[in-house]
């Protein structure tokens, strides 16, 4: 069992040092906290009347910044840039979650 709680803490350890050195403001609800963010990739979606395309990311969070886990469909803002975006996928593990988003259009 003292394996397990220190491998934990030195996942946590990491995730913090990690996200003092790339992290960014964010907020779910009135839930602020840093996150990690990366830019992934573009899908893009052949329509009748044109092309539409979807830029997905992610941000990496520590769980025990968050008062409660992310659920598909909140809402969550990169504060520093003023960007909103959709939660589609959430991802835990041992000390964070993982969310995928897509930029919230209008």
């Known amino acids: 069992m003292a ?23 964010a907020s779910i609800g009135g839930n602020q906290f840093l996150a990690a963010f990366d830019e992934l ?7 009748t ?28 803002i990169r504060v520093d840039e003023s960007k909103t975006y959709v939660i589609t996928d959430v991802q835990s593990d041992v000390q964070s979650y993982t969310i995928t988003l897509r930029v919230k259009n209008g």
């Open 49 to 76: 009347f044109g092309d539409e395309d979807e830029v997905t990311t992610t941000a990496t969070c520590l769980k025990s910044a968050l008062t409660n886990e992310p659920r598909i469909n909140e809402t969550l």
């Open 41 to 47: 990739g573009m899908d893009v979606t052949r329509h």
């Open 3 to 25: 394996t397990m709680k220190a491998f934990a803490n030195f996942i946590k350890s990491g995730i913090v040092t990690t996200l003092h050195v790339v992290g960014e403001p």
